[in-house]
């Protein structure tokens, strides 16, 4: 398989979009989340647990909506969202965090972008109309 053959199924475009659409998702699930926390009794312990789901279900839908939309390479086009959401946030991370780099915080978050962006790819092959 040729450099060239893996180009001609992937839109780079469509991988921007599921991206940004991510990041927006997640923008809105961490306010959603922020209120949650604010206005109940809910324990702190839980922000670890909410922060990786918050990031497995924003990736997840950024790539099911990419490879719906474009009907083929569906893994590979969830994994390239999975690795700009995890490339941006580990900047944000590096940038605006408190704590410094934690291993095991970039390893779970890792994991979790890596494996919701696959899945949520080969989901969306299954839902597309191509």
């Not at 927006?24 to 604010?38: A, D, E, K, N, Q």
């Not at 109940?40 to 279900?57: A, C, N, R, Y």
């Amino acid at each position: 398989m040729s450099t060239s053959d893996i180009r001609e199924g992937i839109s780079f475009t469509r991988v921007i979009k599921g991206f940004v659409l991510a990041v927006c998702s997640s923008i809105f699930l961490i306010l959603l989340g922020s209120l949650i926390f604010y206005f109940t009794s809910l324990s702190e312990k839980f922000i670890g647990i909410v922060s990786l789901s918050i990031i497995f279900f924003s990736v997840f839908l950024g790539a099911f909506i990419v490879s719906k939309e474009s009907g083929n390479k569906g893994l590979l086009q969830g994994l390239l969202v999975g690795i700009f959401f995890l490339i941006f946030n580990l900047l944000l991370s590096l940038v605006f965090g408190t704590e410094g780099f934690v291993l095991s915080t970039m390893v779970s978050k890792t994991i979790v972008s890596l494996l919701s962006g696959a899945v949520g790819g080969i989901v969306g092959i299954g839902f597309s109309n191509e």
